[in-house]
């Protein structure tokens, strides 16, 4: 079973619209969750972190968490083309004693003009 | 805002050759990781060191790898006798404390090109 999974898309989503991203995660205990956006070449940006049950907002992005479930999800509102990229969901697992953080695969995101 | 650095950002060896990455971590951080990632595949770890030794390593780092911070700024990764396979991004990442919860903050990569 797979750390992180996430769905690879693409996922092509019409520019202005809202871009729902996914991942579920294994480790139960885990306790802090992160999106990261990657420009390809470049590394990983941090978007969003969320360390609780429910959402967390900022700016066009909303995160959601459901511990129960092991489901985070990514909202993006009013996307744009710059949003175009991969998204890297990211777990900080219970049982890493350096307190690592374990990557999704990505989904590539694409917004249409 | 500080940032973590990473020198070359091109690194392009031959096979067998021994190669050093250089990462500076942001100045209070105490925690410090490297990361993988082969092109098209995902953001693998390798390793996380904490006072001077490694906390934590992946199947990934085996004896061809080695980390040392050499003195108080820097942070390296050495591979002894690179592969073709080695070839990938290698970022470096720190973190202020364990118990700390906030994100890894990232460098902009070194490539590495294994000829």
């Known amino acids: 079973q797979k750390e992180v999974e996430q769905n690879s898309g693409p996922l092509s989503v019409p520019e202005g619209a809202i871009a729902s991203l996914n991942c579920t995660y294994s480790?139960?205990?885990?306790?802090?969750f992160f999106w990261y956006r990657q420009y390809s070449g470049k590394s990983p940006e941090l978007i969003m972190s969320?360390?609780?049950?429910g959402d967390q907002e900022d700016g066009r992005f909303t995160a959601q968490l459901n511990k129960a479930s092991q489901y985070v999800s990514l909202l993006i509102r009013d996307s744009q083309p710059s949003d175009s990229a991969t998204y890297l969901c990211?777990?900080?697992?219970?049982?890493?004693?350096?307190?690592?953080?374990?990557f999704g695969s990505g989904t590539r995101l694409s917004i249409r003009p | 805002e500080p940032e973590v650095t990473q020198t070359p950002s091109h690194q392009v060896t031959q096979m067998g050759q021994e190669v050093i990455l250089r990462c500076v971590p942001i100045?209070?951080?105490?925690?410090f990781y490297w990361y993988r990632q082969i092109l098209g595949q995902k953001v693998e770890f390798l390793v996380s060191?904490?006072?001077?030794?490694?906390?934590?390593k992946s199947e990934i780092f085996d004896d061809q790898f080695s980390v040392e911070r050499p003195d108080g700024s820097n942070f390296t990764l050495k591979i002894r006798s690179t592969k073709l396979e080695d070839s990938a991004m290698y970022f470096c990442?720190?973190?202020?404390?364990?118990?700390?919860?906030?994100?890894?903050?990232f460098g902009n990569g070194t490539r590495l090109t294994v000829t």
């Open positions: 990442a720190s973190r202020r404390n364990q118990r700390d919860p906030t994100p890894l903050h």
């Open positions: 480790d139960r205990g885990s306790q802090s």
């Open positions: 990211a777990v900080n697992p219970l049982y890493s004693s350096a307190s690592k953080i374990i």
């Open positions: 060191f904490y006072n001077n030794e490694i906390s934590e």
């Open positions: 100045s209070n951080h105490l925690y």
């Open positions: 969320i360390y609780s049950n």
